[in-house]
C-alpha cells in the first residue's frame, strides 16, 4: 500500500503580508483614471476658489494704478502692531508723566461712569445720541508704558465695567484682581510696581491689604518709561445674530471716566507736571479729556487696548486671511468623499470584494489597507491643494496690495498641515461609511450631510451662536478647527464665528471630535464586513 | 406619431413601479419628511431673542423661513433619491433592459422625470405642512408671538403661503436637477457629490469672500440662494432677486441640468 500524499504547493505564503495588500489596494485606486483626474479637480478647486477669493476682491478702495492701499486709504486701515506682532488697538486717554528707572504708581478709583448707545433697536433721542452706562470692558486704571507711540509695550491695571479689576499687559494678556463695581462705598485701590523689567499689580479694597494680582516681564522695556492714568471704551456693536443673518442696529463710540485720588508716584523721577493726552489716531481728537481738582483725578478715554480680532463686520473686515485662502477646502472634501466611498463601494457594485476576500481573507485587514491608501492619498491631496491655495492666495494679495490680516509661519503651517489632515480623516470616514451603507451615493450624502451642512447652518445660515458653537463641538464639522488661525480674546467683544475661522474648539479637541466619529464608522464598517456575506 | 402618448402613458407606469417596489423609495420619503419636519423644529427652538428685543425691526426674524430650514436639509434626501433613481439602473446594468424595451429615450428620461417629480412633490407637501405645523406650535413660545408683534405662521396669508407653496416647488426642482446631473453622469455617487457641491459651495463662497459685491452676484446665480428666496416674508425687497426671480434662477438650473442629461441619453451609448 503506498501513500498518497496530497498536493501541496510550493508556494511560500509570503504574498499575503499586509505590505502586499497596501500595494494591491494602491493598485486598485491609482489605475482608475477617473479617480486620479478627480484628485486633481480637488487640488484645483482649492487653488481656484483660493484665486476668487485673492484675485476676485475688488474692493471699492482700489486705487487707479493698483497700489498699496494705506492708512487714510478709506477702506483697508493698517492698524498698529503689538509687541507680539499681533494688529491691536491703541487709543486711549491718559494722563502721564516719565518714570526713571524702578518705581510705582498707585491710585485709588472711586468711581467708573460712561456713556453707551441706546440699546439694540431701540431710538435716543437723536442719531449719534448716548446714554449713561458702562461698557463690559470699558475701563480705567493706572499704566507703565514704553512710550506714547501705538503699539508700545505696556502692562495696566484696571477697574473694567463688569469684569472687575484685571491687569492686562501687552494687549493680549489679562488675568483678574478682585471682583465686583466699584462705587465710592467700595473702591479700588490699584497699584503698579517697576522693577528692572518686571512689571508687577496689587490691588486693594483698603488701601492697606493688598494682593498681588499678576507680574509681567516687559522685555526690553526703556529706563525710562510713561506712568499714569488712563481711560479707554471700546466701540459698541450692537449685533443681533438669528437664523437668517446678523442685523446690526446703530453702535458707535462709547467713553468711560474714572475717578483717581490717592494718586502717588515714586521712583527715580521728579514728580513733574500731569501731562494728558490722546493716545491714537489723530483724527480722534477731543475723545478724551481730564480734569484735576486737588487731588482728584477725572479721566475720561474713548477707544481700546486690545488685540485686534479678525471678523466680519469688525474692524479689519476688509483684511483677506487664511481662512479666505482655504475656502476651496469645502470643494476639496466633497470630491475626495466622492471617490473614498467609491473606492470601497465599487468593489461590491462589480463583485470584487469576493475576489479580494478570497485573496485576502481577513476582512478588517482589507478595510485597513484601503482606509490607508485613501486616507494618505487625501492627505497629500488635501496639503498640496492648502499649500498651493495659501501660497498663490498670499501672491496674488500682497501683488494687489491688499490687506492681509498677519499670520506667523508656525501657524501657518499648522493650518495647511491640518487641513491635509482633515481631507484624510473625512475620507477615511466616507470609506467607512461607504462600507457600511454599500451605496456610494447614500455616503456621499451622509459625509456631506455631517460635515459640510453643520459648517453650513452655523456659519453661513447663521443659527444663534450657541446652537452654532454645538453643533460645531458634536458633529464631524468640528474638524474645521484645525482651519482656525487666530485666537480668541475674552477681553475683546467681537463676532467670533466660524465664518471668520473662529471656532468652538482648539485645532486639537475639534480633531479629536472628527477622529472619535471616523473610528467609530471604521469599527461599526469592521463589524459590519465580517458579519455580512460580501 | 400617435402611439407617443400610450407609450408615455406605460413608461411612466413601468417606471412608477420601478420606483415603487424599492424599499429605499420608501425609506428616504419618510426621512426627507421627519429630517426636514426636525430640523425646522429644532431651528425654530434655538430662536433666541433677548428681553425687550423682540420686536421684528430688532431681531429681522422671519418665521417662514425659520420654519421651513429643515428644506436646508431635506434637500439632500430629495436629490439622493433623484440620482439613485437614475444612478442604480446604471450600476447595475438595468438600464440596458430599460432601453431594450423603451428605445425612446427621451420619452423615457420624460417618464423617469415625472415619477420622480411627483415622489418630490409628495414629500415635499408633507414636509412643508408639517414643518409650518411645528412651527406654529413652536415658534411662539419662542418669542415670535403675536405679543411681540409676529403674526402666527398661516398658509392664509400671503407670503406665508408664498413660502409654503415655494418650498414644496424648491424641493421638486432640487429632485428634477439631481436627476438631470444623474443622467449626464450616469454615477449617483458622482452625481450627488455635483450636485451637493452646486447647493453648498456656493452660499459658503458667497458669506466667506470678502468682496461684497462679487458675493451678492454669486448669490443671484447660486441654486440655493436664489431657490430660497422664496422662504422670504421678511425685508424681501433687500433681497438682491424677488421671490419667484429666485425660483426662476433654479428653475433654469433644474432644466439645463434636464437638457444636458437629455443630450447624455439620446447620443450616447448606454
Partial sequence: ?534 | MSAVFPACGSAVHAEWTKLRTLASTWWLLLAAVALTIVVGAAVGAAFQCQRFACAPAQTGADPAKISLAGVYLGQVIVALLAVLAVGGEYATGMIRVTLTAMPRRLILLAAKAAVVLGWALAAGVAAVLGSVLAGRLILPGRGLSAANGYALLSLGSGPDLRAACGSVLYLALIALLAFGIATAVRDAAVAIGVVLGLLYLFPIVAAVIPDHVLARHLEQIAPMNAGLYIQATVGVKSLPLTPWQGLGVLAAWAFGALALGALVLRFRDA
Avoid at chain 1, 501513500?3 to 485606486?29: C, I, N, V
Avoid at chain 1, 487709543?91 to 491710585?107: E, K, M, N, R
Avoid at chain 1, 441706546?118 to 437723536?126: E, I, K, V
Avoid at chain 1, 466699584?182 to 518686571?198: I, M
Wanted: glycine fraction near 14%.
Fill in chain 1, 1 to 534: 500500500m503506498t501513500t498518497m500524499t496530497p498536493y501541496r504547493s510550493g508556494m511560500t505564503g509570503a504574498r499575503d503580508g499586509f505590505a502586499q495588500l497596501l500595494h494591491a489596494e494602491w493598485t486598485k485606486f491609482r489605475t482608475v483614471r477617473g479617480w486620479m483626474i478627480t484628485l486633481l479637480v480637488a487640488v484645483l478647486a482649492m487653488v481656484g476658489l483660493a484665486l476668487l477669493s485673492a484675485a476676485g476682491t475688488t474692493s471699492s478702495c482700489e486705487h487707479a494704478g493698483g497700489g498699496p492701499v494705506r492708512q487714510g486709504g478709506g477702506c483697508a486701515p493698517t492698524f498698529p502692531l503689538g509687541p507680539g506682532g499681533e494688529p491691536v488697538n491703541d487709543s486711549f486717554y491718559v494722563v502721564h508723566q516719565p518714570l526713571a528707572g524702578d518705581g510705582s504708581i498707585t491710585a485709588r478709583v472711586t468711581s467708573l461712569t460712561g456713556l453707551v448707545q441706546p440699546p439694540n433697536g431701540s431710538q435716543g433721542p437723536g442719531p449719534g445720541d448716548t446714554q449713561p452706562g458702562v461698557m463690559p470692558w470699558g475701563k480705567a486704571g493706572v499704566m507703565i508704558k514704553e512710550n506714547l507711540t501705538q503699539g508700545s509695550a505696556y502692562a495696566a491695571l484696571m477697574v473694567t465695567g463688569a469684569h472687575g479689576v484685571r491687569m492686562q499687559w501687552n494687549y493680549t494678556g489679562d488675568t483678574p484682581g478682585l471682583g465686583g463695581v466699584v462705587k465710592a462705598t467700595d473702591p479700588r485701590w490699584l497699584r503698579l510696581t517697576r522693577s528692572g523689567d518686571v512689571i508687577t499689580g496689587y490691588d486693594s479694597a483698603d488701601g492697606t491689604h493688598w494682593t498681588q494680582v499678576g507680574s509681567v516681564t516687559l522685555a526690553g522695556l526703556p529706563r525710562v518709561a510713561q506712568a499714569g492714568l488712563f481711560g479707554a471704551s471700546p466701540d459698541q456693536n450692537n449685533v443681533t445674530q438669528n437664523f437668517g443673518g446678523t442685523s446690526q442696529n446703530g453702535g458707535g463710540p462709547t467713553q468711560a471716566t474714572g475717578v483717581f485720588d490717592h494718586v502717588t508716584l515714586t521712583g527715580g523721577s521728579a514728580a513733574g507736571p500731569w501731562a494728558g493726552r490722546y493716545i491714537g489716531a489723530a483724527d480722534a481728537s477731543g475723545i478724551g479729556s481730564y480734569h484735576q481738582a486737588g487731588g482728584q483725578f477725572t479721566v475720561t478715554g474713548s477707544g481700546d487696548i486690545a488685540p485686534i480680532a479678525e471678523g466680519h463686520g469688525g474692524p479689519a473686515d476688509a483684511a483677506l486671511t487664511i481662512h479666505d485662502y482655504l475656502l476651496g477646502t469645502f470643494a476639496g472634501l466633497i470630491a475626495l468623499a466622492v471617490i473614498a466611498a467609491m473606492f470601497m463601494t465599487a468593489e461590491y457594485r462589480r463583485n470584487l470584494l469576493r475576489v479580494t476576500l478570497a485573496a485576502s481573507p481577513r476582512r478588517g485587514r482589507v478595510l485597513a489597507a484601503k482606509a490607508i491608501v485613501i486616507g494618505a492619498v487625501s492627505f497629500v491631496t488635501g496639503l498640496v491643494g492648502a499649500a498651493i491655495a495659501v501660497g498663490i492666495g498670499t501672491a496674488v494679495t500682497h501683488s494687489r496690495g491688499y490687506w492681509e490680516f498677519p499670520i506667523s509661519g508656525p501657524v501657518e503651517a499648522r493650518v495647511i498641515i491640518g487641513t491635509g489632515l482633515l481631507t484624510a480623516v473625512t475620507a477615511v470616514l466616507a470609506l467607512a461609511i461607504g462600507a457600511m451603507v454599500r451605496r456610494s451615493a447614500a455616503a456621499v450624502a451622509i459625509v456631506v450631510v455631517t460635515i459640510v451642512l453643520p459648517y453650513f447652518l452655523a456659519a453661513v445660515a447663521i443659527l444663534p451662536l450657541g446652537a452654532a458653537d454645538w453643533l460645531l463641538r458634536i458633529t464631524p464639522a468640528a474638524g474645521f478647527a484645525v482651519q482656525g488661525a487666530y485666537p480668541q480674546y475674552p477681553q475683546v467683544t467681537a463676532i467670533y464665528s466660524a465664518l471668520s475661522g473662529y471656532y468652538p474648539l482648539s485645532s486639537l479637541a475639534g480633531f479629536a471630535v472628527l477622529c472619535a466619529w471616523t473610528a467609530a464608522a471604521l469599527a461599526g464598517a469592521a463589524y459590519l464586513l465580517r458579519r455580512r456575506d460580501a
